[in-house]
């Protein structure tokens, strides 16, 4: 695998990062809450998923096995339900002082799981990353090299960090200057509608 390979995954991805979606919202509504604490933890949260779903990506394009219809509806519906529901809780929870001293007891390890499951139920994000490994599977080499697949995977989640970050940094500046409320009902809010849009489309 070359620097040529890895630098055109790495600027795809983070095209896709970068833009607003769930899991831009959710370190929004994290740090609204929590301050940098609790979009930090959204934030790696997110990262692990998409570690998981390009490893799969990655393995299905090599092997080239089809992945079961059944199996992406299943996804899909968890998938909305499970937006509806945080998005409905972000807007039932009002933020919490935005500051990182005062964030309460635990909440790095809640907002680590509520990225993981962000990030998990998002199958978009696996059908995302299948779309760019077999384009690439012929140019990256010995794909049975475990070194590949680091590579690989480096590209994914640093382009998915660097893409979240800017969110991450102006979600807490504008939570200090006292957007802290407009910001959690903003995030909560897409969320919400993502569910919505990700169930009508399974059931249209």
Do not use: Y
């Amino acid at each position: 695998m070359n620097a040529e390979i890895w630098f055109a995954l790495a600027a795809a991805n983070f095209a896709a990062s970068v833009a607003p979606g769930q899991n831009v919202a959710l370190v929004g509504s994290a740090t609204a809450r929590t301050g940098l604490v609790g979009g930090t933890a959204a934030l790696l949260g997110i990262l692990v998923a998409e570690l998981i779903w390009s490893v799969l990506a990655l393995t299905l394009a090599v092997t080239a096995r089809e992945v079961s219809p059944i199996l992406f509806t299943c996804l899909k519906a968890a998938s909305g339900g499970f937006l509806f529901w945080l998005g409905m809780s972000l807007l039932r929870e009002g933020p919490s002082a935005a500051s990182d001293a005062a964030a309460p007891a635990g909440c790095f390890a809640r907002f680590t799981l509520d990225g993981f499951w962000i990030g998990l139920a998002n199958p978009l994000a696996l059908i995302f990353f299948l779309s760019l490994f077999p384009g690439l599977v012929s140019d990256l080499g010995d794909t049975t090299d475990p070194m590949v697949l680091a590579c690989c995977v480096s590209a994914i989640l640093l382009s998915s960090a660097a893409g979240l970050a800017p969110w991450l940094v102006s979600s807490g500046a504008l939570a200090k200057i006292g957007f802290a409320r407009h910001l959690h009902v903003l995030s909560g809010g897409a969320l919400l509608v993502m569910g919505v849009l990700v169930t009508f489309r399974l059931i249209s």
